[in-house]
């Protein structure tokens, strides 16, 4: 019996030592590191919970007492005293949060005393239950382990601190006590541990007060000069005269400067801030619509102009727990790559943010007047086209002309949908976006099979004129029913099609809204690159290969030494095989702005350029009169230059 009794309190008994074992460890550093204090700490852990709403449960309070972490079946608390500034209360919905409640929930609390920051990490979201703050005279530090509970069913399993296990049971709620101890003997830790510099470097903060007299005419302010860096590269605040009679009821301002607080720089994943953070304050007021705005100078690493700056700020009273960088209130300025100017209406962090995935176009607003143009002169002429040609079809018998048909009717609806994307993205917004971008895609996707099948349809006239010819029925279902398999499965799969901006380069901040493919996630990238891409560049090698084959056909006969002949032939079938769409892969410095216009000019008015070379063609004809250009000594039209893939 005695036996069975020491078995069943042996794996507590276990528990115990390696309990006592951690806490001897703690004791031995602290008396032999009298003078050394926790720079930050990290407490991390496994909630077991059960199956109702789960909540986070916030109690944090000014004071150095200490902090307590619980659990139990609904409920994560975060309670205490260890704040210089941050007083928070308040329980959130897990789901509001974002986050998953199913099986059990991994998370970290890290508190960085010189900062002032306590965070909350829950699977791969970063909380911040306090932000970082100005630099005080005090902080809390040295966690050391308080009175805990005894195990339970739910609760936290698997704690750690710093790593080091404490224990693999189960326990409702971890007690931790805080000693207090003066910023400058921390500081003073932090440069023999990391250099002289380690308090005005990352992760730690520099901050300035300054004291708004009755004759105050503006204030600059300049962050601290940083080892290795350049004096030229630190962060300036011009503080304006209008902000002294905003802050009416305060007479003192504080900037913080900080660099690279990593959950500050966690914006989202298609744009990065950089290392600077301003934080421009004052106590218990709130200052916004300055009449003169603050100007903030960001001086930092080379940013290529092919990424898009922008100025951005984090309200902590309308996101308090998780940083979102919004544009509002402030307006940018780039002076050269590593110089952007922010001019702010008001108070709280600045940063500047580099979008990683938006471009911008040198020369927008010219190249989209030239698209309207392009588009509204080749629908019209696409439509004209398709009376001419329709007319033609009831008098010839022409197998080719079904095929041109549909060639001109599928860029009549690609220019349709493209003159009015602007407008409908405009009005609409992103509700209206998603099928406007899916049907876009579908009228760019047509007019790509119909250029791919005049191809395939020269070809088959050219280089096998004994193979029976497909029906036109089958030429339909593929130009137009084909297409619409990836773009229904695209918008099956979602977030795809959407609202796109597409910033201009004299004018980031105003960017040209369009319905399109959602291309800077993930997923739209590949989807863009799978059907748009992939097909274009088959598109474009096979007419090139077509045009070379047609050429080595014609090149001989004497109609060919007419230059207007030559022109026209090689024009008019580029326009019909799509091949002008090839040099968007052209596209690179020093030509770059060309090439984008003439790409621009060319596709837009692809339509335009069509219907004139039937035109042309037409004309042609009727002024050789049935003879030289009008037919052949053999009388097979595959022999003819101009007509080798007009007639059967």
Known sequence: MQKKQVLATEPQLMDNLKFALFLLILTTVSSDNDNVNDLDWNFCGTWRHGNNPLSLNLNISTGCKGISISANESFLSIDGQMTA???RSEVSNFKDLGLESEGDINFCLDWEPLLDLLMLTVGEKNFILCSPASLQDSCCTDLSDGPNTEGADYGILNAKIKHDLITDKTRMAYNFIANSTNYTKLCEQAKQESGPNKCAEPPFAYKSDVEMKEDFKGHIITSPAIAGRSVKFNTTVHLPAAFKQAAKNVSKVACTFFKNISVLQEAHKTAKPINDVVEITVENEIIKDLSEPIRIDFYHEAVSKKKTRACVSWDTRKDSLQVNWLKDGCETEQRGENHTVCLCNHLTYFTVLVDLNRQPVPHLLELTVITYLGCAVSLISCVALIIYLCRKRRRSKEQSLPIHVGLAVSLAFLNLNFFFTGVLANVGGESVCTWVGAVLHYALLCSFAWMGIEVLHTFWLVYMVFTP??????????GFALPAVPVVILA????????????????????????????????????????NMTILALLVSSGLVMLFLVYRQIRTRDEWKQNRVAFLSIWGLSCLYGTTWGLAFLEFEPISTFILFITCILNSFQGFFLMLRFCMLDWMQKQAGGSGLGSSSTGSTRQHMLQAQEKS
Do not use: H, S
């Open 492 to 531: 099956a799969i979602g977030d795809i099609y959407g609202l796109v901006e597409v910033p201009p380069m004299e004018d980031p901040d105003n960017p040209y809204k369009m319905c399109w493919m959602n291309i800077t996630e993930n997923k739209g990238w590949l989807a863009f690159c799978l059907t």
């Open 469 to 478: 010819r497909l029906k036109p029925y089958i030429w339909n279902l593929v």
């Open 85 to 87: 500034k941050c007083r």
